[in-house]
């Protein structure tokens, strides 16, 4: 009798515990629901003390954050593409953009697998958050964007351009530049390798130039027409600056030698002559336009970015690569660096297009590395607009070659600083910090200088400097 009654005391005050938590309804598994999409996570949510909790899978692969984890300090950090957030197992309080927040509750395990608390992560990255208790449902709602006030653009005054119809060589040192319209060019001498480089301005490509030109695609506006003489070895041509139509030629030679051009305008004709000689002198002078280069180290200051295994900041590792970079760059007259960043520094991620932009960049390089599945590894490169296709494939051939990771490939994704940037802009994950030997690569000086001598050199490449 005693048992009986001390059974119904228990019901009666668990009935008594329940009616007081309607709000969080009776499943321990709710549903959850983005801009009103069901979600499958891979993992399923539970309801602790009224509290939603999550399964780390749940952040990473339904809301399309990354998420990492540093055994060291039993710590994890959540990424977006504007800001991260650092919590750890057993406390309740978390780090994101250098203040420390106080979390309802504390993260917790369950059955080995680590949950956190979903309002408090969402709401971080900008997600409302609500209830359905007739669903059974958490609802979560990307907050709207501000409105955006368009001025109509004014209508561009459309220029004729100059048409080059084909470039013939007449024998092993000179060619024939046939063109409508009324061609002008520059031309100046570069060492190590020698090279002439002539530059046509308000000129464009006739279609089927070379065979190779696709007029809907000027990505494609590039090709090689082989020599193999005893002075020039080869030409290669492509359009150089899209805002100024400039198209460029650039003549590798075997060694050092002059230029010299008769211009025949009523034949719609220029003749090249390439001469050996042991002081080359252009025939224009070089041009003093530096091209401005930004180098961009991820993350910084309050924002550490991912943690590695070994309990390493990818902020100190993006760093050290692009300071690399930007002693490499600075040894080129033909080129003027700009850093986001040159310490432990936090600039917003519209404070480094800003500066890309503001200051009419030519190129744009945002340095990273990467995080997810310890079995993951090898070297990204990204890239969204097409006129940052070319530097991307240039980007990717070096690094292969020259740090030889895991070959993972060119993709795109509307990361904020390629998305933003007015010039071709590309953004670079070097390696897995959480795998443990991408991880001991990544540190590595040397390893980092080879990095940054393959993305020093696709630079110049790009630019037509190398």
Not at 163 to 182: K, T
Not at 364 to 384: C, R
Not at 433 to 457: H, W
Request: proline letters at 6%; one cysteine or more.
């Amino acid at each position: 009798m005693k048992k009986l009654f001390a059974v119904f005391c228990f019901s009666l005050l668990l009935a008594v515990i329940l009616s007081g938590h309607k709000s969080y309804a009776a499943s321990a598994s709710p549903s959850l629901y983005l801009d009103g999409t069901k979600l499958n996570p891979p993992q399923p949510s539970t309801i602790v003390n009224g509290t939603t909790f999550v399964p780390v899978r749940t952040i990473s692969e339904s809301l399309g954050y990354t998420v990492g984890w540093n055994g060291t300090d039993r710590s994890i950090s959540i990424v977006s593409d504007s800001r991260s957030l650092l919590l750890r197992l057993g406390s309740a309080k978390a780090v994101i953009a250098g203040k420390t927040l106080a979390m309802p509750s504390k993260p917790l395990i369950v059955n080995n697998r680590s949950l956190l608390p979903l309002r408090f992560i969402a709401e971080q990255f900008g997600l409302q958050v609500s209830w359905d208790a007739k669903k059974n449902a958490v609802l979560l709602v990307k907050a709207p964007a501000a409105p955006v006030v368009v001025e109509p653009a004014p209508v561009p005054v459309e220029t004729e351009k100059n048409v080059i119809q084909s470039v013939l060589p007449s024998s092993d040192s000179s060619f024939i530049l046939a063109y409508d319209g009324d061609v002008s060019y520059s031309s100046f001498y570069l060492q190590n390798p020698d090279r002439i480089v002539i530059d046509m301005p308000n000129a464009a490509f006739a279609n089927g130039f070379n065979g190779s030109v696709n007029a809907d695609d000027p990505a494609t506006f590039s090709g090689t027409i082989p020599v193999n003489g005893p002075l020039v070895k080869q030409i290669r041509y492509s359009l150089y600056d899209e805002k100024t139509s400039t198209t460029r030629f650039v003549l590798d030679l075997n060694g050092a030698a002059t230029l010299s051009a008769a211009q025949k305008k009523e034949l719609g004709q220029i003749v090249f002559n390439v001469k050996e000689g042991t002081a080359p002198q252009p025939t224009t002078p070089a041009p003093s336009k530096k091209f401005k280069v930004v180098i961009d180290a991820g993350h910084g200051g309050s924002d550490p970015g991912a943690i590695s295994v070994t309990g390493k900041a990818e902020k100190t590792f993006t760093l050290a690569v692009a300071k690399k970079v930007q002693a490499l760059l600075a040894k080129e007259s033909g080129i003027e660096v700009l850093m986001t960043r040159t310490g432990d520094t936090y600039p917003t991620l519209n404070d480094r297009t800003n500066l890309a932009n503001n200051t009419g960049a030519d190129v744009f390089v945002s340095i990273h590395a990467n995080i997810g599945p310890s079995s993951a590894n090898g070297t990204e490169v990204y890239y969204l607009q097409n006129n940052s296709k070319t530097l991307a494939n240039i980007m990717h051939d070096n690094i292969q070659k020259m740090v030889g990771f895991n070959d993972r490939g060119v993709k795109t994704a509307n990361y904020h600083v390629i998305r933003e940037s007015d010039m071709p802009s590309v953004l670079l994950e070097m390696g897995f910090l959480s795998n443990p030997s991408d991880e001991k690569k990544l540190y590595t000086d040397s390893v980092q200088q080879k990095m940054a001598e393959a993305i020093a050199l696709s630079i110049k490449q790009f630019l037509k400097l190398a």
